[in-house]
C-alpha cells in the first residue's frame, strides 16, 4: 500500500475547521466588544489570568491555538496552489512550520503564567 | 533508456486570473481567504498570551491597543470572514458526513441546520459565560 501523510495532514484540518466553524465568530465578537470598549468580563486581567493558570484552560487554549492555525496552514497552502504558486513542497514545510511553532510559542507563554 | 520525446505538450498558463472568470469562483476564493483573517486573529491571541505572561500593565496595554481604528476595521472584516467560514462549512459538512438511515440518506438540510443551531446556541452560550451580555 502506498504511504502517504495526507490523513495526518487533513485530519487537524477537518478538527480545525469545525473548531473555528463553531467557535471563532464568538470569540472575534469578545475581542470587538473589547475593542469598543466594552471588555467582556472574560478579557479582564483577574478572569483572564485566572482561566490561563488552570491546566483546564491551557489545554483548551493551546487546543484552539494549535488547531485553528493548522487548518489556517493548510487551506493558506491549499489557496497557494491555486493562484499559481507550484512549490508545493516549499509552501507546506513553510506554513506547517509556522503553525507548529506559533503554537509552541502559545505554549511557552502559557506556563510562563 | 528514456525516449526521446520530440514533441512540444502544449502548457496551459496557470495564473490567479482564473478567479475572477465566474461568481463562483470568487466566491470559492473568498471562502478560502478567510483562512487568513482567522490565522491573523489567532496569532494576535497568540501575542495577547504573551502580554498576559507579561503581567497586567502589558495586558491593559494590549486591551487599549484593541481599541485602535485599525484594530475595530479588522475585527470587523474578521467577523465577517469568520461567520462565511462558519456558513460555507456547514453547507458543506452534509457533503463531508452523509448520515444514512435504513435506505435513505437524511437531507443535507437537516445536517447543515443541525449544526447552524448547535452553533447558535454554543455562540450564545460562550458569550454569556464570558460575560459579553
Redesign the interface.
Known amino acids: 500500500m502506498a504511504r502517504s501523510n495526507k490523513p495526518i495532514v487533513w485530519g487537524p484540518f477537518?478538527a480545525g475547521?469545525?473548531l473555528?466553524?463553531?467557535?471563532?465568530?464568538?470569540?472575534?465578537?469578545?475581542?470587538?466588544?473589547?475593542?469598543?470598549?466594552?471588555?467582556?468580563?472574560?478579557?479582564a486581567?483577574e478572569?483572564?489570568?485566572a482561566f490561563?493558570v488552570h491546566w483546564l484552560g491551557k489545554v483548551a487554549?493551546i487546543t484552539v491555538?494549535f488547531l485553528?492555525?493548522w487548518?489556517?496552514?493548510h487551506?493558506?497552502r491549499?489557496?497557494l496552489y491555486?493562484?499559481?504558486v507550484?512549490a508545493d513542497s516549499g509552501v507546506a514545510a513553510v506554513l506547517y512550520s509556522a503553525a507548529g511553532l506559533?503554537s509552541i510559542?502559545?505554549a511557552v507563554?502559557?506556563f510562563?503564567? | 533508456m528514456a525516449e526521446e520525446v520530440s514533441r512540444k505538450p502544449y502548457v496551459r498558463e496557470m495564473t490567479y486570473r482564473w478567479i475572477f472568470r465566474h461568481p463562483r469562483y470568487v466566491r470559492y476564493m473568498a471562502r478560502e481567504f478567510s483562512c487568513l483573517f482567522i490565522g491573523a486573529w489567532t496569532l494576535m491571541m497568540v501575542w495577547g498570551l504573551q502580554q498576559l505572561a507579561e503581567g497586567r500593565a502589558s495586558w491593559e496595554a494590549f486591551l487599549e491597543m484593541l481599541r485602535s481604528p485599525w484594530s475595530i476595521a479588522f475585527h470587523c472584516l474578521a467577523l465577517g470572514f469568520s461567520l462565511y467560514h462558519t456558513v460555507t462549512w456547514f453547507n458543506l459538512t452534509p457533503k463531508a458526513l452523509p448520515v444514512q438511515i435504513g435506505e435513505a440518506f437524511v437531507p443535507d438540510a437537516v445536517i447543515a441546520g443541525a449544526h447552524y443551531a448547535a452553533w447558535a446556541l454554543l455562540s450564545l452560550v460562550l458569550l454569556k459565560l464570558a460575560g459579553a451580555y
Open positions: 477537518a475547521g469545525t473555528t466553524a463553531f467557535l471563532t465568530p464568538a470569540l472575534v465578537t469578545l475581542t470587538l466588544l473589547a475593542g469598543l470598549g466594552h471588555v467582556p468580563d472574560v478579557l486581567y478572569s483572564l489570568h490561563a487554549l491555538i485553528s492555525l487548518s489556517v496552514a487551506r493558506l491549499i489557496t491555486d493562484i499559481g507550484r506559533a510559542a502559545a507563554f502559557l510562563r503564567l
